[in-house]
């Protein structure tokens, strides 16, 4: 995993990472409904390139984003909102960075799966207002036709080994005693066209089909195979997909000594 976790340092998956489908607006209107205290800051832990950073910092006080990958924060402080008044980028593992609290919410966009819980939640906790909650945002594209001749695609060149597509990050941290889970809830779904080409480019964003992992052989059979699969799908090359996001919430805790 930690191998795993390196490739988000890599500059081509920073680059990817602009394939990836916006958050639902709901996500943020939900975000600013959990805040129940004042200061309304942000603490936004794994930040990556501010998917979710850029888009809440207009909403409240103020969001710090925090992630452990210059090229991340690089093209975060690029991208649209990256340079909003509001917004204050770090590159810093969470475990040792300089928080600035008392923060109203926590909120890790798929991303807390990497972390070192015990250390993350022992730094972050001191940092909270009363109130303050700690949400996990997973999003993405649901029913998708072609999964079944994609999968066999992803599966030869994975570098993850032993996937298992029924873990749960939330339920894993509530089990370790870390989380006292409040509420969950999904968006409604949305639309979202993109090209076949945008679509493998996502595909490479994340750290186990990362380009630089894949020799150039590799990454080209790579792309060949999934634009095989989906060509049945798509229109003028260009796919139709439906876009839910899962938020997850309650109090984070200190773990027991």
């Given at each position: 995993?930690?191998?795993?976790?390196?490739?988000?340092?890599?500059?081509?998956?920073?680059?990817?990472?602009?394939?990836?489908?916006?958050?639902?607006?709901?996500?943020?209107?939900?975000?600013?409904?959990?805040?129940?205290?004042?200061?309304?800051?942000?603490?936004?832990?794994?930040?990556?390139?501010?998917?979710?950073?850029?888009?809440?910092?207009?909403?409240?006080?103020?969001?710090?984003?925090?992630?452990?990958?210059?090229?991340?924060?690089?093209?975060?402080?690029?991208?649209?909102?990256?340079?909003?008044?509001?917004?204050?980028?770090?590159?810093?593992?969470?475990?040792?960075?300089?928080?600035?609290?008392?923060?109203?919410?926590?909120?890790?966009?798929a991303s807390i799966h990497w972390m070192p819980w015990e250390e993350t939640f022992a730094r972050i906790v001191p940092h909270l207002t009363p109130n303050a909650q700690l949400v996990v945002v997973e999003h993405g594209p649901v029913d998708q036709p072609w999964m079944d001749e994609l999968v066999p695609?992803?599966?030869?060149?994975?570098?993850?080994?032993?996937?298992?597509?029924?873990?749960?990050?939330?339920?894993?941290?509530?089990?370790?005693?870390?989380?006292?889970?409040?509420?969950?809830?999904?968006?409604?779904?949305?639309?979202?066209?993109?090209?076949?080409?945008?679509?493998?480019?996502?595909?490479?964003?994340?750290?186990?089909?990362?380009?630089?992992?894949?020799?150039?052989?590799?990454?080209?059979?790579?792309?060949?195979?999934?634009?095989?699969?989906?060509?049945?799908?798509?229109?003028?090359?260009?796919?139709?997909?439906?876009?839910?996001?899962?938020?997850?919430?309650?109090?984070?805790?200190?773990?027991?000594?």
């Open positions: 995993m930690t191998e795993l976790a390196a490739t988000f340092k890599q500059q081509a998956v920073a680059e990817a990472y602009r394939h990836r489908p916006p958050y639902p607006d709901e996500v943020f209107d939900r975000l600013v409904d959990l805040i129940a205290d004042a200061p309304r800051r942000v603490l936004d832990i794994g930040a990556g390139e501010g998917a979710i950073a850029r888009p809440l910092a207009p909403r409240v006080e103020h969001v710090d984003a925090i992630d452990f990958s210059q090229p991340m924060v690089d093209a975060g402080r690029q991208r649209p909102g990256g340079d909003h008044p509001n917004l204050s980028w770090q590159v810093n593992p969470i475990e040792t960075a300089d928080l600035d609290g008392q923060y109203a919410l926590v909120t890790a966009g695609v992803i599966l030869r060149h994975s570098r993850k080994p032993n996937h298992d597509p029924e873990f749960n990050v939330v339920d894993a941290i509530v089990e370790r005693g870390l989380l006292d889970l409040t509420g969950t809830a999904r968006t409604t779904r949305v639309g979202y066209r993109q090209t076949v080409a945008d679509y493998i480019e996502r595909l490479h964003s994340t750290s186990s089909l990362a380009r630089d992992l894949m020799p150039a052989d590799e990454a080209a059979a790579f792309d060949a195979g999934v634009a095989e699969a989906l060509r049945p799908y798509a229109k003028d090359g260009v796919l139709d997909l439906t876009i839910e996001a899962e938020l997850s919430w309650g109090r984070p805790k200190i773990p027991s000594q």
